[in-house]
T-cell receptor, first 114, second 114 residues
């Protein structure tokens, strides 16, 4: 079946602008994660959604970052007033949830803030 | 929180030789250790994982070992091929709790020389 998809694949924006990144998880997966991957670095956890539970936002680096997940499926990560240090690849992953733990990643969105 | 360290950061091997990547973790409660392979321009893909109730797991040319006492785990790739060239990430999490966040190592860039 279809894997995790993300859009856009690339986004170039000017400093101070807002951006929205989209993630479509694998159908039926109740858990959804956002990670950030800076150049040459590992993956940094941002936020986690599990079913109808309140999201775990403990990894969001500042209040400029927010995310929502509508209808338990598609998720949008919003970065307001972007800064150059926000430039990175933003990866989304989903898993079946519950006690199932394998996370399947999308191809990522490469964000460049000029 | 969990802290995962990964070594080496880069690894160059001759085709046909073996490659070994080592990771250590800090949280003794961690019980799930996946390894991901990331090719250029793509999201990480799970290649093998191990849980704390086993010490070794093998899948064709790939094997992972776990030493819970020492809190380290390793990835072994035998008979390396050019298509094994990629960035490899180790990770750790505590499955079965309410926290499914994966903590990632910084990655190892593996280059297989033909």
């Amino acid at each position: 079946g279809a894997g995790v998809s993300q859009s856009p694949s690339n986004k170039v924006t000017e400093k101070g602008k807002d951006v929205e990144l989209r993630c479509d998880p694998i159908s039926g997966h109740t858990a959804l994660y956002w990670y950030r991957q800076s150049l040459g670095q590992g993956l940094e956890f941002l936020i986690y959604f599990q079913g109808n539970s309140a999201p775990d936002k403990s990894g969001l680096p500042s209040d400029r970052f927010s995310a929502e997940r509508t209808g338990g499926s598609v998720s949008t990560l919003t970065i307001q007033r972007t800064q150059q240090e926000d430039s990175a690849v933003y990866l989304c992953a989903s898993s079946l949830g519950g006690r199932t733990d394998t996370q399947y990643f999308g191809p990522g969105t490469r964000l460049t803030v000029l | 929180g969990e802290n995962v360290e990964q070594h080496p950061s880069t690894l160059s091997v001759q085709e046909g030789d073996s490659a070994v990547i080592k990771c250590t973790y800090s949280d003794s409660a961690s019980n799930y250790f996946p390894w991901y392979k990331q090719e250029l321009g793509k999201g990480p893909q799970l290649i093998i994982d191990i849980r704390s109730n086993v010490g070794e797991k093998k899948d064709q040319r790939i094997a992972v070992t776990l030493n819970k006492t020492a809190k380290h785990f390793s990835l072994h790739i035998t008979e390396t091929q050019p298509e094994d060239s990629a960035v490899y990430f180790c990770a750790a999490s505590t499955v079965g709790s309410n926290d499914y966040k994966l903590s990632f190592g910084a990655g190892t860039t593996v280059t297989v020389r033909a």
